[in-house]
């Protein structure tokens, strides 16, 4: 399953590196403590959290996950977006609490 | 669903509250941050995370949390569990990392809870 | 606390006179183990005096947020609790290294909480915001190198 395909089903909004939706997701991690992800994290886990700052595109880029979902309606910071687009992390959008979306991302990966 | 079934579906460990297994949960909150707990979960819920200080005891009894899941194996410190008796608030720990956690309670049938308190600079 | 010590003295107004309880916390800033403590008490406090869940509710989101950010930033501080028939209300006073840009505070996401703060799930740049969000009156004043100023006051319907 590609990122595309996550935004289409759970209708979330893009905000950065609209031209690599086609990255692989191969695995889910919801957390926001930095130290956790980077620790526990897989390559190409779709990350799900509701931290907005700009490291967490670091933490994305380091652990090359497919892709950032920030949960209830949480916007990235301008630097975020800027670090996203250099670094070709997509971040989205859901209007959803973290337990929620990840529990439908859950089904979506297990089908 | 009780909790009971709760444990089961996460193989999870019974830390405080042995007695409690036969509560009744309906909703979840997943988070590592307590401002968000406070900002948005709703009495009742289950709260999944992966902090296991004794904020999350303090955290879960001012929002009257009714158990707490700490996830990915981790064991809680002695003042967490101690809290945690003496607010009588049941805390499981499961192996799993949150995103499994949330998504074995979500294909149970627990669903997710979002009970912001009322922005007044909103309206004005 | 002498340097903030008129800010102590609460300002009476004709509703303040007939108050159901009304006491004093004392907050020791840099102690993350007893952080939290006072709004527990706070909680139980409000409780018994018999007020609806939900003013309970905002009133220890208020008063947990307000104590962690004492701890967390204060030398330290005090937290005065009076209850009114109509209003629970917060005075909060620290005395500590005061906010240069309470805008910039405000703002949901900003924040210059250390390491050991964040490791405690606090220090997201949410305090502030969710405390005013729980509040009916919000008046937040600092001084830099001082120390800051919180009233809030919640309604009872």
Redesign the interface.
Known sequence: MNVETIIKELNLKVRSASDKLNNNVTGGYTGDLLSDVIANSHEGDIWITRQVHQNIVAVASLKEHAGIILTNSCEPTGETLEKANQEKIPVMISDLPAFELTGKIYNLLVK | MKLQEVKKILNAEVIVGEEKLDMEVKTAFGADLMSDVLAFAKAGSLLLTGLTNSQVIRTAHVMDIAAIILVRGKKPPAETINMAKEFKIPVLATKYILFETAGRLYTKGIVGCLEQVEDHSAHG | MVVWNKLKITVHTAETENYLYKNSFDVEGGNF?N???I??QV?SILKNIGLP?NVI??A??AC??SE?NIVSYARQGVINLIVTPKTVEFDIADEGPGIPDIELAMEQ?YSTADRQI?????G?G??L??I?????IFNLTSEVDKGTFLKIIINIP
């Open positions: 183990n952080a939290g403590a709004s527990t909680k869940n509710r905002k220890a989101i947990y947020e962690i996401g964040r490791e405690m799930g606090f997201a949410m305090g915001y969710n005013k969000c729980s509040s009916d």
